[in-house]
């Protein structure tokens, strides 16, 4: 049993670790806030962080009702929620951005709160990170969801620190590492979306093979 919850555990952190990819995104972050100073990008931090948590929060809360009010299956969220990751990580393993995870407008108003959009949404919690999320939670078991919420909030943790000092991070790592860390993170995620895309089918077999039965 421990040995399960362990597995599990280290799953999912690494399926949100590869997706959210905190030196990558830290990158961003730097980019975003050059002209703040060091109160005003920790004030950020925070915000975006927290929003970002809330968000996956409610979605690990309310994925199974969310399922039975729109009638979604769950061997339909992982065959989408499957594509999505492998697209996200199939950018990545080529040293590039995904759409999903970049901002639409780098120069962003002064005035805008980045801490909302675009770092809550959609770099940390992306549509990859969100089906992620649901991914691992939508069984409804509480184990799961505790886990998928636990592994989330410490990925989070991780991020803040990255975000927080993350000028004197990407100049100890580079622009090389952090290239080698986005094309390593996008070759875990490509793994990860083929495996939750064969799961899906083999649900939908077993979905349709027990509704033949039953008919």
Do not use: W
């Amino acid at each position: 049993m421990l040995h399960d919850v362990t597995t599990m555990g280290i799953t999912v952190f690494m399926g949100f670790f590869a997706m959210m990819n905190p030196i990558a995104n830290t990158t961003i972050f730097v980019g975003m806030t050059s002209d703040k100073n060091h109160q005003q990008r920790k004030n950020i931090t925070i915000k975006a962080l927290l929003t970002a948590f809330f968000i996956v929060l409610a979605f690990c809360l309310l994925g199974k009702g969310i399922f039975e009010i729109f009638g979604i299956t769950l061997p339909a969220l992982r065959l989408s929620g499957g594509i999505l990751v492998f697209i996200v990580g199939y950018h990545m393993l080529h040293g590039a951005s995904s759409k999903l995870h970049s901002p639409n407008n780098s120069n962003e108003d002064s005035d805008k709160d980045i801490a909302i959009s675009p770092l809550a949404l959609p770099i940390l919690a992306g549509p990859g990170t969100i089906a992620t999320a649901m991914n691992y939670s939508a069984s409804g078991q509480l184990l799961h969801i505790v886990i998928t919420i636990v592994a989330f909030a410490l990925l989070c943790l991780i991020t803040f620190f990255c975000f927080l000092y993350g000028a004197k991070l990407i100049e100890r790592i580079g622009e090389s590492g952090v290239g080698i860390m986005t094309r390593l993170m996008g070759l875990i995620l490509t793994i990860i979306g083929t495996q939750m895309f064969i799961q899906g089918l083999h649900d939908a077999y077993l979905l349709f093979q027990s509704s033949s039965i039953n008919a």
